[in-house]
């Protein structure tokens, strides 16, 4: 069975391009999460998707960051404009519920820098 | 006061011997335990989930949940070289998000 894979796996722009982030989660996993590493800092959550639904989007940091998961399958995370402090490593996770608890997986991440 | 707390370390083992990764949480609310392993530049892997007090051994894995103390911990027996790694700690409140630690990296000297 495929993990959760992301793309791209590295991302240098500079101050106001724009980026896209795209995960693809375990086929079958309904549940799907983006969480953001800061250098020296925890993983962080930005959102959480249950099929194409947003459910908490509570961690995204402002209104440059746009996710979607049209049709339940996919998603993408944008950046636009990018800012020097958007610079991290972004990560995809997925889960379908189990009994007593939601296993998340991770995907290897897209190391995002902004110069 | 952090959600999620673990000592950065790093700590250090000898090959064989026992490792004991801590982690103290906040949200006395909280209902799931995951600790996850990371090597340097790789994707968080999950080895171990816990939701009820007590002990849960996997191979030579076991996870210890104190919800009165608001405290979870893994042992590592027969520590091998390859074990070497960030260790993080998960802590899932009444929602769906994780709250993560910022990792314990543990070092196994062969």
């Known amino acids: 069975e495929a993990g959760v894979t992301q793309f791209p796996s590295h991302s240098v722009i500079e101050k106001g391009q724009t980026v896209t982030l795209r995960c693809d989660p375990i086929?079958?996993?309904?549940?799907l999460y983006w969480y953001r590493r800061v250098m020296g800092k925890e993983i962080k959550f930005l959102l959480h998707f249950v099929k194409e639904s947003k459910q908490d989007e509570s961690g995204m940091p402002n209104n440059r960051f746009l996710a979607e998961r049209t049709g339940g399958t996919y998603s993408t995370l944008k950046v636009q404009p990018a800012e020097l402090e958007d610079s991290g490593v972004y990560f995809c996770?997925?889960?379908?519920?189990?009994?007593?608890?939601?296993?998340?997986?991770f995907g290897p991440g897209t190391r995002l820098t902004v110069t | 006061q952090k959600e999620v707390e673990q000592n950065s370390g790093p700590l250090s083992v000898p090959e064989g011997a026992i490792a004991s990764l801590n982690c103290t949480y906040s949200?006395?609310?909280?209902?799931?335990f995951f600790w996850y392993r990371q090597y340097s530049g790789k994707s968080p892997e999950l080895i171990m989930s816990i939701y009820s007090n007590g002990d849960k051994e996997d191979g030579r894995f076991t996870a210890q949940l104190n919800k009165a103390s608001q405290y979870v911990s893994l042992l590592i027996r027969d520590s091998q070289p390859s074990d070497s790694a960030t260790y993080l700690c998960a802590v899932n409140p009444v929602t769906y998000k994780y709250i993560f630690g910022t990792g314990t990296r543990l070092k196994v000297l062969a």
């Open positions: 949200d006395r609310g909280s209902q799931s």
């Open positions: 996770a997925s889960s379908q519920e189990i009994a007593g608890g939601y296993e998340q997986y």
């Open positions: 086929s079958g996993h309904d549940n």
